[in-house]
C-alpha cells in the first residue's frame, strides 16, 4: 500500500543468524538479568536494530527519556489530541526507533512540540512494516535540538495497546501502549543521537498552525503547511 512520502520506513533487511544469535544472547545474559540498571551494548549491529529486535520478539516495551536515573515510572497525565494518549499513565512503545526519538530530542532547552507517529498497516495477511513521523517546532530546528538519552525496557505485562485505528480508509497499528500503574524497568540503555537511523529527516512546524488544523480536522495528522 501506498502512503503519502511524508511518513517513513526502513529498507526491509533480514537479519543474518549470527546477529539474531548475538542479540538473544545479549538478553537473556544481560537484560533480563540488570535489575534496572544499565547495559553496554557494543554488537556491530545499529543499536535500534537490538531495540527492535526485542520489542518484535520479546513481551517488553520502551521508553525513551533524557533523564538516565529512573528506578520506576509512575503515571502521569499526558497531553495528547488522543484519547488513548492523554491519560494519567505511563506511556512506552513496542519500536525501538520511536522510543530513542523521545530520548534525543532536547525538551529541557529547545523543543517544545512534538508532532510523531509509529504504526503499521493492517493488511490482509498480518501487518506492514513500521511507518514513522518526526517532527519538532520549526524554531528549534537551526539549535540542532539533540542529546544524550535513554532508552529503560520495561516489561510489557500491565500494558495494553492502542486499540486498532481507521484513518482515511486505512487501518493502523499504533505502536503506542500505557500502563495505569507504576512501572519499574528492566533494563537501560544509552543512545545518542547517531543511533537515530532517522536524525536527518525529522521535519520541523508551526505549533500553533497544528493546534488549529488538529481542532477542526482531528483526522488531518500531521497536518502539514504544504
Same mark, same amino acid.
Given at each position: ?5 511524508? &511518513?517513513?520506513?526502513? *529498507?526491509?533487511?533480514?537479519?543474518? *543468524? ?22 553496554? &551494548?557494543?554488537?556491530?549491529? %545499529? ?5 527492535? &529486535? ?14 538516565? @536515573? ?5 503515571? +502521569? ?13 505511563? &506511556? ?7 522510543? @530513542? ?28 512494516? %513500521? ?6 517546532? +520549526? ?8 542529546? *544524550?538519552? @535513554?532508552?529503560?525496557?520495561? *516489561? ?6 492502542? %486499540? ?13 501502549? +500505557?500502563s495505569f500503574v507504576p512501572v519499574k524497568p528492566l533494563a537501560r540503555i544509552a543512545v545518542n543521537p547517531s543511533d537515530f537511523p532517522f536524525l536527518g529527516q525529522i521535519r520541523g512546524h508551526d505549533p500553533v498552525?497544528? +493546534?488549529?488544523?488538529?481542532m477542526t480536522d482531528p483526522d488531518g495528522f500531521p497536518w502539514l503547511d504544504d
Open positions: 500500500m501506498q502512503l503519502p512520502s511524508h &511518513y517513513l520506513k526502513l *529498507p526491509v533487511t533480514a537479519l543474518a *543468524p549470527e546477529i539474531i544469535t548475538s542479540f538473544e544472547h545479549l538478553f537473556a545474559e544481560r537484560v533480563l538479568r540488570a535489575g534496572g540498571a544499565g547495559i553496554d &551494548y557494543t554488537l556491530p549491529a %545499529p543499536k535500534w536494530q537490538f531495540l527492535n &529486535y526485542m520489542a518484535d520478539t520479546k513481551e517488553v516495551v520502551m521508553h525513551g527519556s533524557g533523564d538516565s @536515573t529512573i528506578s520506576e515510572f509512575q503515571p +502521569r497525565q499526558s497531553n495528547d489530541v488522543d484519547e488513548f494518549g492523554d491519560q494519567r499513565a505511563v &506511556y512506552a512503545a513496542s519500536d525501538g526507533i520511536w522510543a @530513542t526519538y523521545f530520548a534525543i530530542v532536547d525538551r529541557d532547552r529547545f523543543v517544545r512540540s512534538l508532532v510523531n507517529t509509529c504504526f503499521r498497516v493492517v493488511e490482509p495477511g498480518g501487518t506492514s512494516e %513500521p511507518y514513522y513521523y518526526f517532527s519538532v517546532n +520549526r524554531g528549534a530546528l537551526p539549535h540542532q535540538p539533540w542529546r *544524550p538519552g @535513554t532508552v529503560y525496557v520495561l *516489561p510489557r505485562k500491565t500494558f495494553e495497546p492502542q %486499540p486498532w485505528q481507521r484513518s482515511r480508509g486505512i487501518e493502523i497499528e499504533s505502536a503506542q501502549w +500505557r498552525a497544528v +493546534r488549529q488544523r488538529s
